[in-house]
């Protein structure tokens, strides 16, 4: 669930990538890069940690160029636990194109027979994500230019893919035919920005009134900026999309508008007004698990009546306990993330509001920590449906025997979080609340229906 973010023939344009990247830090904080370029060169720095400490103003100067791409990473496929640093991106390779550098928001469900296949033909590998194969595959084309080699190899890798790719003359922007993930197109001052979300054009933009917003990069399509033209061409057209309803379900900022100026903070708004209706409770107080409850609990509050409170204080110097890749600090995380406030709680019948819940053990504490802090009963409800199947997408979710809703019944979830009620919404009010047609989402996290396919598929036996 990384965040890229680039831009094209600006003075500052490393600045406005670091920038950026800062604005996208919540998509990934285990390591971050960019690369820049001045014409003729291609300049690249990258490291573990966030944005903020790897980003020295020594390190920034060695970046120059009016060209930069840049990418904030969030590990799904490759090492987890030591390859932080060797998989950080932008990954760069020198091949008959020139230079090139590649920072991928997404994953390829294929990239495993792919990389077989290269490594038989005597391909060699910096590092053990599938970002990396995109880069082989182009390298090896026999077309004539770097665009064209691009639109060859598109069509031989599967799953979810926005791309930046930064040569010493262009700037290319990709989407995948079905938009699985987002990527957004800017303008500022005549010079081009690429972003995962719109949170970072905000950061950037000149004047507060400022809209930098053109449009999506449309599924399917590659866009180009050579000589400060931007140029546009479709390589594939899908019947079908299949967005990431749990871009606006957990993972952007509210922010942000994703996916043809979709507003989360107005779903998640929706889906907490859906929950109510679809899930009445009598109770004293609305209360969220911050951060990405909070807008679901207060459309909940708005619509049941009752109070909304934030009874429930997050330490916002903890990184997201969600994707911290370490399971013990997952854990841990809980009690130092979380503390109610006891005074206000006590004797409530409280609502306790989430975007999710994957193996209850997070949901479990937060309600004996409420229980602790005196509330006579704890209801939960969560603006999504129950998540039975891992993502393949870009989402590090748990495996499927790992998932609590996909070995329990919702009843049985109740008991297991100690909770006095518990209800999710339902795919079909998740669909009213996203604004479109279930056509246009991917919802494979609620009904198992992978729309690009699963790396089970193209496993060669």
Not at 41 to 50: E, L, P
Not at 175 to 190: E, K, T, Y
Request: glycine share 8%; aromatic share 8%.
């Amino acid at each position: 669930m990384c965040g890229i973010f680039g831009i094209a023939n600006h003075v500052e344009a490393v600045p406005m990538s670091y920038l950026g990247l800062y604005a996208l830090q919540h998509r990934g904080q285990e390591s971050c890069g960019i690369s820049s370029s001045d014409g003729t060169g291609v300049y690249t720095q990258k490291g573990r940690g966030f944005v903020r400490d790897f980003f020295s103003e020594s390190v920034i100067g060695k970046l120059k160029g009016y060209s930069a791409i840049g990418h904030d990473r969030y590990s799904t496929a490759g090492d987890k636990e030591d390859g932080a640093e060797k998989n950080a991106q932008p990954i760069v390779v020198k091949c008959k194109f020139g230079t090139i550098s590649l920072a991928h928001n997404g994953n390829l469900n294929n990239f495993q027979p792919i990389r077989a296949a290269l490594e038989q033909a005597g391909a060699t590998f910096q590092c053990t994500s599938d970002s990396e194969i995109i880069l082989n595959l182009i390298a090896r084309s026999e077309k004539d230019n770097i665009i064209e080699a691009i639109k060859d190899v598109l069509p031989r890798i599967k799953g979810a893919y926005s791309l930046l790719i930064l040569t010493e003359k262009l700037l290319i922007a990709v989407r995948d035919p079905l938009g699985i993930r987002p990527l957004a197109i800017g303008q500022l001052n005549g010079s081009y920005v690429f972003s995962s979300e719109t949170c970072a054009f905000d950061l950037i933009k000149a004047e507060e009134d400022d809209d930098l917003y053109l449009r999506d990069v449309e599924p399917g399509e590659i866009i180009w900026v050579e000589n400060g033209e931007l140029h546009s061409e479709r390589f594939a057209r899908s019947p079908f999309l299949a967005q990431c309803s749990f871009e606006h379900v957990y993972f952007s900022r509210p922010d942000s508008d994703v996916f043809s100026g979709r507003n989360v903070a107005d779903s998640r708004d929706l889906m907490g007004r859906l929950l109510a209706r679809e899930h009445p409770i009598d109770a004293d107080i609305v209360v969220p698990v911050q951060a990405s409850g909070a807008q679901a609990a207060l459309g909940f509050a708005e619509e049941s009546g009752i109070r909304f409170t934030l009874d429930l204080i997050r330490n916002h110097y903890v990184a997201r306990t969600f994707i911290e890749p370490k399971t013990t600090i997952r854990h841990f995380g809980v009690k130092l993330k979380h503390n109610p406030i006891r005074k206000r709680i006590r004797g409530k019948r409280v609502v306790l509001v989430d975007d999710s819940i994957m193996r209850s053990t997070t949901m479990r504490k937060l309600v004996r920590l409420i229980r602790a802090a005196g509330a006579v009963e704890v209801h939960v409800r969560i603006s999504c449906p129950p998540t039975i199947s891992p993502c393949f997408y870009g989402v590090d979710t748990p495996t499927h025997e790992e998932l609590i809703a996909a070995t329990h019944s919702q009843e049985e979830i109740c008991k297991i979080i100690e909770a006095d009620s518990l209800g999710y919404l339902s795919q079909r009010y998740l669909t009213m609340a996203l604004g479109r047609r279930p056509k246009q989402w991917c919802f494979a996290c609620w009904d198992k229906n992978y729309p690009a396919g699963t790396p089970q598929e193209f496993q060669v036996v």
